[in-house]
């Protein structure tokens, strides 16, 4: 083989692995956020959907003719909440930290999959608004960049979630905490290392770090602070 043909095929080797590689960084750069945006907006319309064939209140049980009548009859009870549904959407985020257009669905489990479509609730953490620990991941960078901004969390910062017939308000407590993906205390019920002293209704918040790695996490940490029905305005009318 001549020394110009061994060139020519070694640029041409050069040429194509160049091509591939800028192929590859379009697709993580641009193609992935194109994706996502698709996906979280698809999710959003489907909990739209949903909560607007859903908020009449449910019917109270009737008692059965063969029951004994009673002078004080006991109140029913309240019906068990429905159980989150693995990759499925059941809540909407709002930082306004982030923009005032920033809104992302929040899905049960945080499986790859369901991190391409939002922001995914670790599953087995607490409820949203309920006591315990109630933890969020998303990506940093790449399917939408959701949490890009992670690092301007401060102090004070509001986070706004609804399930379609609360608003629930969780303040930011302190600036983002780093540490190893292996430090999973960050989302016990009562986090370690998050200042909180007791029992409480919290929020994590957790991304990768640094910025396009993920050898480090980012954590937040919030308390719950208000609660307000959806009657009561959309959250632009009530956040400050």
Same mark, same amino acid.
């Given at each position: 083989?001549?020394?110009?043909?061994?060139?020519?095929?070694?640029?041409?080797?050069?040429?194509?692995?160049?091509?591939?590689?800028?192929?590859?960084?379009?697709?993580?750069?641009?193609? %992935?956020? #194109? @994706?996502?945006?698709?996906?979280?907006? !698809?999710?959003?319309?489907?909990?739209?959907?949903?909560? /607007? =064939? $859903?908020?009449?209140?449910?019917?109270?049980?009737?008692?059965?003719?063969?029951?004994?009548?009673?002078?004080?009859?006991?109140?029913?009870?309240?019906?068990?909440?429905?159980?989150?549904?693995?990759?499925?959407?059941?809540?909407?985020?709002?930082?306004?930290?982030?923009?005032?257009?920033?809104?992302?669905?929040?899905?049960?489990? %945080?499986? #790859? @999959?369901?991190?391409?479509?939002?922001? !995914?609730?670790?599953?087995?953490?607490?409820?949203?608004? /309920? =006591? $315990?620990?109630?933890?969020?991941?998303?990506?940093?960078?790449?399917?939408?960049?959701?949490?890009?901004?992670?690092?301007?969390?401060?102090?004070?910062?509001?986070?706004?979630?609804?399930?379609?017939?609360?608003?629930?308000?969780?303040?930011?407590?302190?600036?983002?905490?780093?540490?190893?993906?292996?430090?999973?205390?960050?989302?016990?019920? #009562?986090?370690?290392?998050?200042?909180?002293? !007791?029992?409480?209704?919290?929020?994590?918040?957790?991304?990768?770090?640094?910025?396009?790695?993920?050898?480090?996490?980012?954590?937040?940490?919030?308390?719950?602070?208000?609660?307000?029905?959806?009657?009561?305005?959309?959250?632009?009318?009530?956040?400050?």
């Amino acid at each position: 083989m001549s020394v110009r043909l061994i060139v020519r095929t070694f640029s041409e080797l050069c040429i194509t692995v160049g091509a591939l590689i800028v192929l590859f960084v379009v697709y993580v750069l641009f193609w %992935t956020g #194109v @994706r996502a945006t698709d996906e979280a907006a !698809g999710q959003l319309d489907t909990l739209r959907g949903r909560w /607007a =064939r $859903g908020t009449a209140a449910p019917a109270p049980p009737v008692p059965s003719a063969s029951a004994a009548p009673s002078a004080h009859p006991s109140p029913a009870p309240p019906p068990a909440p429905t159980a989150y549904r693995d990759g499925k959407p059941f809540a909407m985020l709002y930082i306004p930290r982030f923009g005032k257009d920033w809104e992302w669905p929040v899905l049960e489990n %945080t499986e #790859v @999959r369901t991190l391409q479509k939002g922001i !995914g609730h670790y599953a087995g953490t607490a409820r949203l608004g /309920a =006591r $315990g620990n109630f933890a969020l991941a998303g990506h940093r960078r790449t399917y939408g960049d959701p949490f890009k901004d992670f690092p301007k969390l401060r102090p004070g910062d509001e986070v706004l979630l609804t399930d379609g017939t609360t608003w629930f308000t969780y303040r930011i407590d302190r600036k983002p905490y780093r540490t190893v993906p292996t430090d999973v205390g960050v989302i016990d019920p #009562v986090p370690r290392k998050s200042g909180f002293d !007791g029992p409480g209704r919290y929020l994590t918040l957790t991304t990768c770090e640094p910025e396009w790695g993920s050898s480090h996490r980012l954590i937040a940490w919030a308390h719950l602070d208000a609660t307000r029905p959806v009657t009561d305005g959309e959250r632009a009318a009530f956040h400050s």
